[in-house]
């Protein structure tokens, strides 16, 4: 792994684990008008989500995601959008206000901070 990408996941506040969850996304869209639409989570965490979205999101905006599994709905802020892919619309990564166990429905594995450290 190169020493950015190390630095990256050293960074990182809680594991990520790839999984597909369907979700509504509601916001505004980069020309100023209100979407609600289905959307895709592909990898989650404590502390957010790398999400699929049919529109393109405005960076350091606030969303709601509202889970399909568990009907939770939570408030997120807009990270960063990667480029339009014509078959998926955009990767969006998204940070959630309150982190939280439950809302992704799963058990995550223990925080990076709380693995113990070789001697």
């Known amino acids: 792994m190169s020493s950015q990408g190390q630095q990256f996941?050293?960074?990182r506040r809680s594991e990520r684990v790839l999984i597909r969850i369907p979700i509504k996304v509601l916001g505004t869209d980069s020309v100023g008008k209100e979407v609600k639409i289905d959307a895709e989570a592909v990898v989650?965490?404590?502390?957010?989500a790398l999400i699929h979205v049919n529109a393109e999101l405005v960076p350091n905006?606030?969303?709601?995601?509202?889970n399909a599994f568990t009907h939770k709905?939570?408030?997120?802020?807009v990270v960063w959008v990667g480029e339009r892919k014509?078959?998926?619309?955009y990767d969006v990564g998204v940070e959630l206000l309150n982190p939280s166990d439950v809302f992704w429905g799963i058990s995550f594995p223990p925080?990076?901070?709380?693995?113990p450290q070789p001697a």
């Not at 905006?61 to 509202?66: K, L, P, R, V, W």
């Not at 925080?111 to 693995?115: P, T």
């Open 9 to 11: 996941r050293e960074r």
């Open 44 to 48: 989650v965490s404590r502390h957010g």
């Open 61 to 66: 905006s606030h969303i709601h995601i509202t």
């Open 73 to 77: 709905q939570e408030l997120f802020r």
């Open 86 to 89: 014509a078959e998926s619309g």
């Open 111 to 115: 925080s990076v901070e709380a693995k």
